[in-house]
């Protein structure tokens, strides 16, 4: 499938639920009165939209064709401006939807380096190895440190992944100190001349200040190596988790700096509206998707496109 098409059947359910709830409540011929409005929002805090952007999508639908014969085409056509203009926030966040790299923050010379957080389970390993594809494919050279070192599974899993790329690896044995890999990763980076290092990180609670605190040490060892990394922090957000999202991002970001979100498994979840929710409530861009479990199944986010694909047939 093309870009587009993946992007469509990725976002199917969260699709499929604002369809049918449009379909259900309004009704050609109907008035659209409060009552109406209040159930359909209701039904878009359900996709995990969040109360803020909800309203104001509602307040828009009430201020355009509120006591009015109800028209769906006019309330789809209400309903993708206002996603539309919550999903680009302050305009700022535009890539280069030729360029799937374009997101990515650069070193001025030299390595640049990608911190990765995120709690157990958000699917943080694949997504590293997505972006290890993406940059390689665009003939980088790229290292891993598996800074994982909490769970051997982790660190195997990196390790299977970097094979199935032809990429370095950093590695240390189960429990060794996350910041010594991640020094010895940025170290093998620079004597290799390498583009780029991507460096993952246990996977944590926001609520362990230990190990929040832990992340800003690897930050600090690296700095020791590479001066001004890392150069982009993303934090890995499971869609599936819906409005929890929102607290992660807010503590990891204190932890991190964090400069963009990678939200993993939109294909599996109702929950998309999350992605409206967080780029409303925390300003921090999300750079990319996870729409599937293979290498490429990860797009760029383009608001435009998240929201056609949205609303395709």
């Not at 039904?43 to 009015?68: C, F, N, P, W, Y």
């Not at 993952?200 to 001066?227: C, F, S």
């Not at 990891?252 to 990678?262: D, H, Y």
């Not at 750079?287 to 609303?311: Q, T």
Request: glycine share 10%.
């Amino acid at each position: 499938m093309g870009l587009f098409d993946r992007l469509k059947a990725g976002l199917k359910k969260t699709k499929d639920i604002l369809r049918t709830d449009v379909r259900d409540l309004f009704k050609p011929g109907d008035i659209l009165d409060d009552k109406l409005l209040q159930e359909f929002e209701g039904r878009l805090i359900r996709t995990d939209m969040g109360v803020a952007a909800s309203d104001r999508i509602v307040s828009k639908l009430r201020e355009d064709h509120g006591d009015r014969t109800v028209d769906v085409d006019a309330i789809w056509a209400t309903i993708r401006a206002e996603l539309r203009d919550l999903l680009k926030g302050d305009g700022t966040a535009v890539w280069d939807l030729n360029n799937p790299l374009s997101p990515l923050a650069k070193a001025e010379s030299g390595t640049t380096v990608i911190l990765v957080a995120g709690v157990n389970g958000a699917g943080k390993t694949t997504s590293i190895a997505k972006i290890a594809n993406l940059l390689q494919q665009a003939g980088n050279k790229v290292v891993l440190a598996a800074g994982d070192t909490f769970r051997a599974a982790a660190v195997e899993q990196l390790t299977m992944w970097s094979q199935r790329l032809g990429c370095e690896i950093v590695r240390k044995d189960n429990g060794a100190d996350p910041a010594a890999v991640a020094f010895e990763g940025a170290t093998k980076a620079v004597q290799m001349g390498a583009d780029y290092l991507i460096v993952d990180t246990a996977g944590r609670l926001q609520t362990q200040r230990n190990l929040m605190d832990e992340l800003d040490k690897i930050r600090r060892v690296i700095q020791k190596v590479i001066p001004g990394a890392p150069h982009e922090s993303l934090l890995v957000l499971d869609a599936t988790t819906g409005q929890n999202g929102l607290s992660q991002a807010k503590s990891f970001s204190a932890a991190v700096k964090c400069t963009g979100l990678v939200l993993s498994k939109l294909d599996g979840t109702a929950r998309g509206g999350v992605t409206v929710a967080i780029r409303q409530e925390m300003g921090i861009p999300v750079k990319y998707i996870g729409v599937g479990e293979g290498i490429d199944d990860l797009e760029l986010f383009d608001s435009e496109g998240f929201v056609e694909a949205l609303f395709a047939k």
